[in-house]
């Protein structure tokens, strides 16, 4: 007779973090988030301090008081799990996107033309990707048809798509807009479908007539806005260095007041000099009354005057976490705060996120400029380089592979052995490509700052799950919406 194999248990790969006084564990291979009872509390304990056999487990738990038939299946569970493991698991790959993956977004580059020279822009700053020389600067009637008709023939299954429109500045062509939305309501509604509507603006060309129009449309605006006016007004200024803010602030006062049937939220792009996320968050939240405030480091090349360096972005994380614990004390009222850097990642860890690529782009997404060219995403719009085909003809299928495996989490090695990788994935591929000139490069820049952050909005997940669970519907109804 054979005797049975010992089998030896160590821990899986997890992310372990304490919200009030409760431990929790983040499964990084599942994307999931268990909180521990006190039994499998001091099973991993126990494992912290090596491998140990099945009847070392169950005997050092029956010390504990804990019967052996519990702790049998306990150890069952949490193997099953993939809590605890057997052998040194190398990370599972995720699959690779399917060929025919349907779009669920369209990003609509109506203009690349701006009234404003704000210096840091990505589309025509020194760290411009684009190459808009010789291509019209303005989208036409037909191409936006094309592409009305592009994203409804490419999103086969989804009942709901979503058309955002952007630019350069996207009410420099706004009458397009309208036509668009009219087109597009009436196309989707011959084929029993719906499509979904928002864009991105400065603002400065807002009216009544058009807020009208948008509300009435239910179009969502995006106000890209620096804070008040001694920090938006350094950068985000006029061709002739005049800033905008004076310009804006009672178009976004009208805005916010007469456009009642979506929320209006505020996209902050932070630089150096421009960093003080509290009073910019107080400024734009509770003067100006957006109904959400995001904040995003400027994308560029780290020697640009604009950049921020690795001190400037140790506060602007230090000025998060105050906003964080604001925004839990909040939650746990059954209040929104506001601060959407938190609630877009609640958002994935409610869905149990694990993402093989850092977002849609060329997968569920892609911009369309003004020439009718496809990007992967509104930010490589323009580009010669980085083209994945044309309206007219579609979707080269090999060069947008080859966007894809360069930017799937499989190919950046990096990456394995990170904890917070399911959100991450690696990072943002223009960041990437403005960076390290490559876009399925990985953020290594931003790692400890985004370990940092995710474990920060674990905490508050974990503390509003076992102290107001109900709060977090709001994110499942998001989810069901989108």
């Not at 036509?179 to 597009?184: E, G, K, S, W």
């Amino acid at each position: 007779m054979i005797a049975a194999e010992t089998r030896f248990y160590r821990r899986g790969e997890f992310h372990s973090f304490s919200a009030r006084n409760r431990r929790f564990l983040y499964l990084v291979p599942a994307g999931a988030i268990f909180e521990l009872d006190g039994a499998a509390e001091m099973l991993l304990d126990r494992l912290a301090e090596g491998e140990a056999s099945e009847e070392q487990l169950i005997a050092d738990l029956g010390a504990r008081g804990f019967p052996a038939e519990d702790a049998q299946e306990l150890i069952a569970e949490l193997y099953q799990s993939r809590v605890i493991v057997t052998e040194n698991l190398p990370p599972e790959p995720l699959e690779d996107a399917p060929a025919d993956f349907p779009l669920q977004t369209l990003v609509l580059n109506l203009t690349n033309q701006c009234n404003l020279s704000c210096q840091y822009c990505y589309e025509f700053g020194e760290d411009k990707v684009a190459t808009p020389e010789g291509k019209p600067k303005f989208m036409d009637y037909e191409t936006a048809q094309a592409s009305v008709d592009f994203l409804l023939g490419q999103s086969a299954g989804r009942r709901t798509v979503h058309i955002t429109f952007f630019g350069g500045e996207t009410l420099m062509n706004f009458p397009l807009l309208k036509q668009v939305v009219t087109y597009a309501n009436q196309r989707a509604a011959g084929q029993g479908r719906s499509i979904d509507f928002s864009l991105t603006t400065n603002a400065t060309l807002l009216t009544p007539a058009i807020i009208e129009f948008l509300s009435e449309n239910r179009i969502g605006v995006t106000v890209s806005m620096d804070g008040p006016p001694e920090l938006h007004d350094k950068l985000r200024v006029f061709a002739n260095g005049r800033g905008s803010y004076d310009i804006i602030a009672p178009r976004v006062r009208a805005l916010i007041e007469n456009h009642r049937t979506r929320p209006i939220t505020a996209r902050v792009t932070l630089t150096k000099g421009v960093t003080d996320v509290v009073k910019i968050f107080r400024h734009l939240k509770n003067d100006l009354g957006f109904h959400e405030v995001g904040f995003a480091p400027v994308t560029t090349s780290p020697d640009r005057l604009y950049a921020i360096n690795e001190r400037g972005m140790d506060d602007v994380l230090a000025q998060f976490h105050v906003l964080a614990d604001e925004y839990l004390e909040f939650a746990l009222r059954g209040e929104m705060h506001g601060f959407s850097n938190v609630s877009d990642t609640l958002s994935e860890l409610c869905q149990g996120v694990n993402k093989s690529h850092p977002c849609g782009a060329a997968l569920g997404l892609v911009g369309v400029g003004p020439s009718g060219d496809i990007a992967p995403c509104h930010r490589f719009v323009d580009s010669d380089t980085h083209a994945l085909g044309h309206i007219s003809t579609g979707i080269d299928r090999e060069k947008q592979k080859d966007f894809l495996k360069r930017g799937h989490i499989n190919s950046k090695y990096d990456c394995h052995t990170c904890w917070a990788r399911p959100l991450c994935a690696g990072g943002c591929h223009h960041e990437a490509y403005v960076r390290y000139g490559d876009t399925g490069h990985p953020n290594l820049h931003y790692c400890d700052w985004i370990r940092d952050w995710t474990d920060t909005c674990l905490q508050i997940y974990g503390a509003i799950s076992a102290h107001n669970p109900e709060f977090l519907r709001v994110f499942a109804e998001r989810k069901a919406l989108s």
